[in-house]
Every structure is written in C-alpha cells, then in structure tokens.
C-alpha cells in the first residue's frame, strides 16, 4: 500500500485552503439507499443463489463454495509465518484483558422492602461478525471483534469477508478467525453479506445482532436491517476514519506513523493527519 503524505506548511495557506484541508469527504449517496434496498430484498427472496450471483457481479469471481470449511481455515493458520503468528498473540493477549477487566457484572439490588431490581447480560447468539477485505486484511478487526464475543460467551460465532480475485478470503483472515475461536466463515462481502446475517439464508444462520465497519454499501445496508423489526441489531454505523496526532520534536516518528496508517488503510476516504511544529518531524513521519 502507498499512502501519500504531503507535507503543508500551515502559515502558507490562506482562510480557504486551511478550511479546504480540514473538511470531511463529502459524499453524494448516488441513489445507494434504493440500490442496497433492492440487494437486501434480492437476498431475503432468493438467499444463498443471490448471495452467488451478487457475488459475480461486484466482486468479479465465483467461490468455490459459500462456506469455509475447517481444514481450510486451520491451514491458513498453520501456513502463517512466525512473525505475523506472535504479532497475533501478542495483541490476543493485550485485547483480551482490556475487555475482561470492562467486562460488564450482573447485579441484584433490594431498592425497597420486597422490590427486587437486576440487571443481567446474557450472551447473544449467533452474532456476525463483518470484516473488509477490500484495501487491506484487517486481522485486527477479526480480533478486536471474535475475541470480546468469546468472552463475551457467545456459543456461535459467524464471520463473513468478501473474496479476493481468487475466490477466496484472505489467508490472514481465515488464520486469524480460526485464531480467535470464530465458529463458522462465510465468503461473501457487501450489503449482501449484511442482509444474509441479518435475516438468514439456507446456509447462512440468522443473527441476533451484527457486528464490524465496511464501506459505504455496507453501512447502509447495516442502517437498513436496523430499523426493519424483522432484521438485526448493528453496533453502530462505521463512518470515514479520522486521526489527528499532535506532535513535537521529541515524539517518535515510528509510533506517529503507525497511529496514521491504523485509520488510512481503511480506505481513500480516510483523514489521516500529524500536526506538529517540527519540520523534521513531518518529514520522518513521511519517510
């Protein structure tokens, strides 16, 4: 991946290029709202053959199969280095007690004589999971997504990620869904992949709630099953990513460059930016 990091020097701009330079993207829907609408009523009507053929038609191949079965995904993960293999260790272990410690408690209090009051959280099942697949394998949202639904107690798992040229997900994807525990994986991307979790299909189950970021075809469609009482939950719609880092001579360029390329791998529309004092800086930063 190449990312471009000019560099501006702020006191050279005038009013309308700093307003320029802070705007978010501005996107015209282009009649996505109907578009995703009409997807998400073609796989609800005709589920796994729609899930095919929509697959055909955005994504430009035809995957062996709609499911990923076990032996795939646990030679994925044989197959995965030794670097990437620890780096997904590590950040297992740091992910998992950051959510144990905010693991939310059941509680029971007598608020009056006689008047019993709980709070419970019970486990939802089956949750899907989405994961991109587009500009990059986002392993990190495998994990920051399965392993809180584990600890969270969730029996079933489902993960869905749209195939590459090949027809398949990515092989970082499928190790680190079989890493993390994930119970089933489902080669499909896009609102399609939305509607099939949200309302089921022949070979994809039902979800009580879905969970992940994805393009702007996958957050309307997230929006849509939302509100329809026959869909599912969402977690929240994912919106462009943003970053501003503040920085002086004394930080480390590394450390500031990874901040920036965490958020602009997610997609062009991504603002990624360093504000600093040190011209030095933004240009190691860039390097």
Same mark, same amino acid.
């Given at each position: 991946m190449t990312i471009d990091l000019p560099i501006i020097h702020w006191h050279n701009c005038d +009013?309308?290029?700093?307003? *320029?330079?802070? %705007?978010?993207? $501005?996107? =015209?829907?282009?009649?996505?709202?109907?578009?995703?609408? @009409?997807?998400?009523d073609r796989v609800r009507r005709d589920g796994d053959r729609a899930l095919a053929d929509l697959t055909a038609e955005f994504d430009g191949c035809t995957p062996a199969a709609l499911e990923v079965d076990t032996a795939e995904l646990e030679a994925a993960l044989e197959a995965t280095g030794p670097v990437?293999?620890?780096?997904? +260790?590590?950040?297992?272990? *740091?992910?998992? %007690?950051?959510? $144990?410690? =905010?693991?939310?408690?059941?509680?029971?209090?007598?608020? @009056?004589?006689?008047?019993?009051?709980?709070?419970?959280?019970?486990?939802?099942?089956?949750?899907?999971?989405y994961i991109p697949g587009g500009s990059a394998p986002l392993v990190s949202t495998v994990m920051m997504l399965a392993i809180p639904a584990a600890l969270a107690g969730c029996e079933e798992i489902v993960l869905v990620s749209p195939p590459g040229p090949d027809g398949r997900i990515a092989p970082e994807i499928q190790a680190a869904a079989r890493f993390c525990g994930v119970t089933r994986v489902f080669c499909v991307g896009g609102a399609q992949a939305i509607a099939a979790l949200a309302y089921g299909t022949e070979t994809v189950p039902r979800c009580a709630k879905i969970f992940g970021p994805g393009n702007a075809w996958v957050t309307e469609a997230k929006?849509?099953?939302?509100?329809?009482?026959?869909g599912a939950a969402i977690d929240m719609p994912a919106g462009p990513s943003e970053v501003l880092v503040i920085a002086d001579g004394g930080a480390d360029p590394v450390f500031i460059a990874w901040d920036l390329l965490s958020q602009a791998e997610h997609g062009p529309d991504s603002q990624s930016i360093l504000l600093t004092d040190d011209a030095a800086l933004a240009e190691r930063v860039a390097a």
């Open positions: +009013a309308a290029e700093r307003s *320029r330079l802070l %705007a978010r993207p $501005a996107f =015209d829907d282009g009649g996505r709202p109907a578009a995703v609408a @009409a997807i998400v990437l293999r620890e780096a997904m +260790a590590d950040a297992a272990d *740091r992910i998992r %007690a950051f959510h $144990a410690a =905010d693991r939310p408690q059941a509680a029971r209090v007598e608020t @009056a004589p006689g008047l019993v009051c709980e709070v419970r959280y019970p486990p939802l099942s089956p949750v899907g999971l929006q849509q099953v939302a509100q329809d009482p026959a």
